[in-house]
């Protein structure tokens, strides 16, 4: 089992930024990283990064724009919002599996069984 708990969520004017922050505790997992889900829409990826080779993965909505990391010292990841948008808008989960990130499926939210409370992100 995983434990994951966000952080770092706020309001924030267009064009701002903000990092968001996931710390997780538990059994061993590979695959980590961004989930959101915006009032009256379906949960979708926003960028994902394996945890041994550090592979990541973007949705085309932030690429350029945002930056997933992490720190596996401290069993944290990170995800660096820039130039955010209103339609950024969105309660951000973390999530995790254990097995790698599942190439071009890494979106789907049905092959992460660990979820965090989520972050809410405001962008006005």
């Known amino acids: 089992h995983v434990q994951l708990v966000e952080s770092g969520g706020g309001s924030v004017q267009t064009g701002g930024s903000l990092r968001l922050s996931c710390a997780a505790s538990?059994?061993?997992?590979?695959?980590w990283g961004w989930f959101r889900q915006a009032p009256g829409k379906e949960r979708e990826g926003v960028a994902v990064?394996?945890?041994?080779?550090?592979?990541?993965w973007y949705a085309d909505s932030v690429k350029g724009r945002f930056t997933i990391s992490q720190d596996n010292r401290y069993n944290t990841v990170y995800l660096q919002m820039s130039s955010l948008k209103p339609e950024d808008t969105a309660m951000y989960y973390c999530?995790?599996?254990?097995?790698?990130?599942?190439?071009?499926?890494?979106?789907?939210?049905?092959?992460?069984?660990?979820w965090g409370q989520g972050t809410q992100v405001t962008v006005s």
């Open positions: 999530a995790a599996r254990q097995p790698a990130c599942a190439g071009e499926y890494w979106h789907w939210t049905s092959n992460y069984p660990y």
């Open positions: 538990g059994t061993i997992w590979n695959c």
């Open positions: 990064i394996e945890t041994g080779g550090g592979l990541t």
